[in-house]
């Protein structure tokens, strides 16, 4: 199986390019061989724009059965625990639209594109259903360009998308990886509440860990 895994930044991965660098075979700078099993890491930069380059890019130079995307992010759930990892089944934008006074607007809602337009399904990037991390807790998610930090952003938030994960990459990962029809999963460690920002709250040696103990188990199962 070849696996390409997305990355925005290399610490978020680091124990995993550790154990790879330790006991696979290096194929060459971003290619680790374990028998007929390969991974290729693909750092992409922080946000869509730069995921939508890196992601397209890596796909349209090889061929891979599986996509995966890997990284840390928040979420407005308080009942999901600071360190878990989970699976996100669907991805919106977050602040893709315009202002109307004090309303926010969705693309979808001033008619720049319809709820049901490839790659969307009733306005949302929906992963395919995979075997792939089933046993680890589903959250949608909600993809930003610039992470949610006060009160009023928070609020507003909540009310539009529920309680949903929240990244800077998920939502561009989806759409590529749906327009380019490469099967795909995107699981992200919980770091922080999204609340007015407060770094001292945030647990993100947990979730890295976590994260990348859950990359290893898959690997070790032999995918």
Partial sequence: MKILLGVATQPEIGPLVQYLQATWQSGNASTFINGDTSVTICTTGVGMVATTYAVTKALQADSYDLAIQAGVGGTFDRNISLGTVVRIATEQYGDLGAEDHDAYLEMFDIGLIQKDEHPFTAGKLVAP???????????????????????????LRTAR???PVES?????????CLQEHVPFVQIRGISNYVEPRNRAAWNMKDAIIN?????????????
């Fill in 129 to 155: 259903v995979t075997e792939y991390f089933s046993q680890l807790p589903i959250a949608n998610g909600i993809t930003v360009n610039t992470v949610s930090g006060s009160a009023p952003t928070v609020a």
């Fill in 211 to 223: 994260l990348n103990d859950t990359l290893i188990d898959l690997l070790l199962q032999g995918v």
């Fill in 161 to 163: 998308y529920g309680l």
């Fill in 168 to 176: 800077m990459e998920g939502a561009a990962f989806h759409y590529v």
